[in-house]
């Protein structure tokens, strides 16, 4: 009224923040943040302590954790006990003496760990961003509980994010269904033979993107300009460094495994020179294949080894012809 703010009534609620005297926290591998890649092996530490002025009696840690990529045959328990029809693992005074009677002050740690699958199960395209959860708990019927107030119940929950596995392969062919290749096999001194470089990306569980691909030629390998498929791919070949780009860009995850791989080869030429006889020749240096997850953020890299002209993968050329002459 004329400006003023009348109240007609008022009410007002507190609430009270207290400190609980149970804590727990949890890390893995040492860290309490983290993205973890397929194959790998998760060390789980809970630590738990009495933060009170009171002992507390018949303490229980429990930790509820679940995931479709975790490898729940390989668990490893020093103690407690895992219940698979609850996804729990469950640590008592029977296991851990300390828990029976908990000193105002006194701590303690638990350890067990569990690896990551290997082979991601990757069945349809909703098969991505997969997380890891775990809620590690731990209460007491000692536990001091004001009146009107919940029982309090020290909790902390993880969540990790697992990142793509993506995988370059790199091999050579001298009988080639897409690109024909000519000269002697084996190869001869001063002649030249060509062969063709495959690059093939698999990518599993997340979308990834600014994929690409890096490579060199040795000196003394020849760019022949020839790329299959023409279109649709871009690969850039630098004749100052030797140097060799496929720019790929996006992938979507299950590429390589509900979806077709990508996929992408070129043709190069060797003519072996007199310190090169009876030696494998190196066709292509190492490759690299780097790409960031948009899920967790993460730069990928990843690398393949040379690729030398024994080429196992070519089924027509016999052993005997795999070294230059």
């Known amino acids: 009224e004329n400006g003023e703010f009348i109240v007609f009534d008022q009410k007002e609620q507190s609430t009270k ?33 009495n933060n009170g002025n009171i002992a507390l009696k018949d303490a229980i840690v429990t930790l509820e954790i679940d995931s479709r990529v975790l490898d729940f045959s390989k ?13 729990m693992i469950t640590w008592r005074a ?13 701590e303690g740690k638990i350890n067990f ?31 001091p509980t004001p009146i009107g107030s919940n029982k309090i119940i020290a909790s902390n929950r993880m ?3 697992l990142n ?10 001298y009988k ?14 001063g002649q030249e033979t060509t062969y063709t470089i495959h690059w093939k990306v698999i990518n599993v569980s997340n979308d990834v993107a600014n994929t690409k691909v890096v490579s060199y030629l040795p ?15 871009s690969i850039v070949f630098n004749e100052r460094t030797n140097q060799i780009e496929w720019e790929i860009g996006n992938l979507k995850n299950g590429t390589g495994i509900i979806d077709p791989a990508r996929e992408v080869s070129f043709q190069i030429g060797v003519t072996p020179q007199i310190n090169q006889v009876k030696n494998a020749l190196i066709l292509l240096n190492p490759s690299a294949l780097t790409a960031n997850d948009l899920f967790t953020n993460s730069e990928m890299r990843f690398e393949s080894k040379e690729k030398d002209n024994r080429l196992p993968e070519d089924q027509s050329i016999e052993d005997k012809f795999k070294v230059a002459e």
């Open 17 to 49: 923040m207290i400190s609980t005297v149970l804590s727990i926290r949890q890390s893995i591998n040492n860290k309490t943040d983290l993205n973890v890649n397929a194959g790998e092996v998760l060390q789980y530490n809970i630590q738990y302590k």
């Open 75 to 87: 668990l490893e328990l020093e103690k407690g006990f895992y219940d698979a029809s609850k996804k």
């Open 94 to 106: 029977s296991e851990i003496p300390e828990l029976t009677n908990l000193a105002p002050g006194q």
């Open 113 to 143: 760990s569990i690896p990551v699958l290997d082979r991601i199960p990757v069945e349809n395209s909703n098969d991505k961003n997969f997380t890891i959860v775990s809620t590690a708990k731990i209460d007491s019927p000692s536990v």
């Open 159 to 161: 969540e990790l994010k």
């Open 164 to 173: 793509s596995r993506i995988v370059l392969e790199t091999k050579g062919y």
């Open 176 to 189: 080639d269904e897409n690109l024909a290749n000519s000269g002697p096999i084996p190869p001869k001194l």
């Open 219 to 233: 000196s003394g390998v020849k760019w022949l300009g020839k790329i299959y498929p023409q279109e649709g791919e």
